[in-house]
């Protein structure tokens, strides 16, 4: 991540005449220019009509206007420090051990997270504001904070967006963006979170060992059905019955089936997902590069049809319950005990909150899950496994020569991204209360995979801000921008439109052409962009030097 | 259809996952002439008909080979130089924006065309042989093919162009130093490669009466496992290969003692693809190469 105020406090010696005038300016007013020209933005827009008038954005202008000459005042927050009289504190806080050093900032992040939920509880109206001054105040920050200022800033609003989103009136708080209209529903947003998961997960496989899958939808079908197996009362029709820690209602629980717990449901489906990786991995990670493209397709065509034709007629047995799918699934929660004694919700299903209520507890528990999975993923990346996945990528046959077990490592990276789609899968089951074969397309797989290429391969950020991009496109963004293109820019008729056609009566369907726009946006990165929006630094070379991998003379003909 | 695949990834080492919407495009094309240009209804006159085929070949393979080299020109180009795995992903990427063109031209309803001598279980009968009846379908998928195949091999094998095809098929940099030119010679395969997609996907049209925009993904699909199938790169296996592949379609859904019926086809060619790939990735009919398996 660039730093974002390097440029402007470390002085460049040869700097471009126009810039030098500027710099020899007073610092204050250096600062407050840039301040005063955004809130005159602010405020432009404002009165065009473009941000919906509402008290609360002017409020925020003047409290980033505040901290902005806050930050003229306090140019470094440690000098800051010095000035009102504690000395030597950024040198006092690098003498301290390394433990405590690497200890301190996550306990400071975990309890601001809380302060800001348990604000964003009382009074949501204000959250944004606290969420502003936090960022301005890691901003402040020595540079090892600077650096995780915008994440956290991300994470906190995150956690805070369903305090904002449900309330009746939230519109008052946020304004309407141009052209795309509201922010994105609580049902988006877990579908961002879900669709986050599974892009980490293929990530691990495409972005690190740069193996392509294009079945990655058969990973998360077999996450969903495990969850669907193992929590519902699909086997009641077979006298099975088992409950082990479900928070089911009880008339359900009566019917029979298997009833495991959702967590345990979560780690046996990931295991399980990883297994299958690993069945269809063995035999076929000995091929070349596209022709594992095409097999892993072609697991990804089998498994939804398996599971479109799974019933009685189609395989003898009622696996799949065929097109209907499998309803319902159990919801998730922790069970009475916690409930009583810790305060965690029995069950998701019987919250009715207005804030806390079964959609937002799907969110921040996908919000969690979330989290685990980056920091996997991360971890993974930096271990020995991860830079094996690396080493074969750049080039196979030297990782081979450098002592790289090709086909276990390779077996290791499926392995790792089957679990973390298979979890998805499960999420995504228990979330639609119910499994249905028609979510797992050959489309999907593409979907997924557009967002890592979009994000930019191997960089897991880069594929979560992709994920989120993406899904918002596909869920609400397009529909969205459908709407405001025949309001405004279009006549359209309604009466007069083809819903088959996508330009008709004057009207335009863009959702029709959604995966188009994937297409479309998938050809232009790898055509200008190779290496993503947010690329990983070994990647980019990668892509800007070549890998150097086919000589002139082929050695091995 | 399986003959375009084999081409192109012959030559480039690239499988053309866009060949499929080429083919449907192809088909569209003649979808339009029959129903638009010589505006005909329900079983058209035998004449007419011939002509409207005739002239659907000609524009079909045309506007396909200029699409495909066109794609070629805009999409792969500039990659050929970048890792392998970067012209696959655009080629996905280009087989999805077509699909929409598709679905932007003609919505997402499949076209019809008018039932006619052509389509299938639509033919006059020609001949008997005991119990086995020739119809008019069956001989103008043959009158149309054998030509194409006989053309195809004449041009790979025994002219100029067909030599310095080939010549890069085996090292693109020797063939460079040779004094071919591998630009020129790619963008020709790819234009032979569309026109062949084109004219399958004419015949397909006359033949199925309906085309959608999603038909070209699937059937590309199988055209690839029948050429893996043949033996990449080989052209008889090609054939071959697609032999077998409608013989295994036709099979499963037409028997009518023990097959799992036509629920299970993609199943059932996928996990042939599959076991082919794994098992003797070098076809019925391929040699066997250094980087094969």
Known sequence: ?557 | MALGYTLVYGILELINFAHGEVFMLGGMISATIVVQVFAQGENPAVGILVAALLVSLVVAMTGCALLNAAIERIAYKPLRSAPRLAPLITAIGVSFILQNVAIIWKGTRPVNLPESEFSAGGGAVIFRIGDVVYTWDRLFVLLITIPVLVGLVWLVQFTRQGKAMRATAQDKDAAAMMGINVDRTVSFTFLVAGALAGAGGVIFAFYATTIGFATGFTLGLFAFTAAVLGGIGNLPGAVLGALLIGLIQNFNEGLSWYAPGSKWTESIVFAILILILVFRPEGLLGERTPEGG
């Open chain 1, 1 to 557: 991540m660039a730093d974002p105020i390097a440029p402007r406090t470390s002085p460049d010696v040869e700097e471009a005449p126009a810039s030098a005038l500027w710099h020899r300016h007073p610092v204050l007013m250096r600062r407050a220019v840039p301040a005063v020209l955004i809130t005159a933005l602010l405020i432009a827009l404002a009165g065009a009509g473009v941000l919906r008038q509402s008290g609360e954005v002017y409020l925020i202008v003047v409290v980033v206007l505040l901290l902005l000459l806050a930050r003229a005042a306090f140019a470094n927050f440690w000098r800051g420090l010095d000035r009102i009289g504690v000395e030597d504190a950024h040198s006092r806080w690098q003498a301290q051990s390394p433990l405590v050093q690497r200890a301190v900032p996550p306990v400071v992040i975990a309890a601001v997270v809380i302060l800001i939920a348990w604000a964003a509880g009382t009074r949501p109206d204000l959250s944004l504001l606290v969420l502003l001054a936090i960022t301005y105040g890691l901003y402040l920050m020595p540079p090892a904070s600077r650096r995780i200022a915008l994440p956290v800033t991300v994470l906190l609003l995150v956690v805070v967006y369903p305090f904002l989103i449900q309330q009746t009136d939230y519109q008052r708080f946020l304004f309407k963006l141009p052209i795309f209209g509201v922010f994105p529903s609580m049902d988006t947003m877990v579908s961002i979170l879900i669709f986050a998961m599974m892009a980490i997960g293929l990530n691990m496989v495409v972005g690190y060992a740069g193996l392509l899958d294009l079945g990655y939808v058969a990973f998360y079908a077999i996450g969903a059905y495990t969850a669907a197996w193992l929590a519902s009362p699909h086997f009641a029709a077979y006298g099975v019955s088992m409950d082990f820690g479900s928070v089911a209602e009880k008339g359900i629980l009566d019917v029979g089936g298997i009833h495991l717990s959702i967590w345990l449901v979560l780690l046996v489906a990931g295991v399980l997902t990883a297994a299958v990786g690993v069945i269809i991995g063995l035999p076929t990670l000995r091929l070349r590069g596209d022709y594992l493209a095409i097999v892993t397709l072609g697991f990804g065509e089998i498994l939804p049809q398996v599971s479109r034709n799974g019933d009685k007629d189609g395989l003898g047995f009622n696996l799949t319950n065929g097109p209907p799918g499998i309803n319902p699934v159990d919801p998730p929660g922790f069970g009475n005990w916690l409930s009583g004694n810790l305060g965690l919700p029995s069950s998701y299903l019987r919250e009715q909150g207005v804030y806390v209520n079964f959609l937002s507890l799907m969110f921040w528990t996908a919000l969690g899950l979330l989290l685990i999975t980056v920091f996997c993923s991360v971890r993974l990346r930096d271990s020995r496994l991860g830079r094996a996945w690396i080493a074969i990528r750049e080039d196979e046959t030297a990782a081979a020569a450098m002592g790289i077990p090709l086909m276990r490592t390779k077996t290791w990276a499926y392995a790792s991204g089957a679990f973390f789609g298979g979890v998805a899968g499960a999420w995504f089951a228990t979330i639609k209360t119910g499994v249905f074969p028609d979510d797992f397309f050959f489309n999907i797989s593409v979907l997924i995979l557009c967002m890592v290429i979009l994000g930019g391969m191997g960089n897991v950020w880069g594929v979560v801000a992709g994920a989120a991009v993406l899904e918002y496109l596909n869920l609400e963004g397009i529909a969205n921008f459908n709407g405001w293109m025949n309001d405004h820019v279009l006549v359209c008729d309604p009466t007069k439109q083809d819903p088959s056609a996508v330009i008709s009566g004057g009207c335009l369907n863009a959702p029709l052409v959604t995966f188009g726009i994937y297409g479309a946006i998938i050809v232009l990165v790898m055509l200008t962009r190779p290496q993503g929006l947010f690329p990983e630094q070994r990647r980019k070379l990668e892509f800007e030097t070549g890998v150097h991998d086919t000589p002139i003379q082929d050695v091995t003909a």
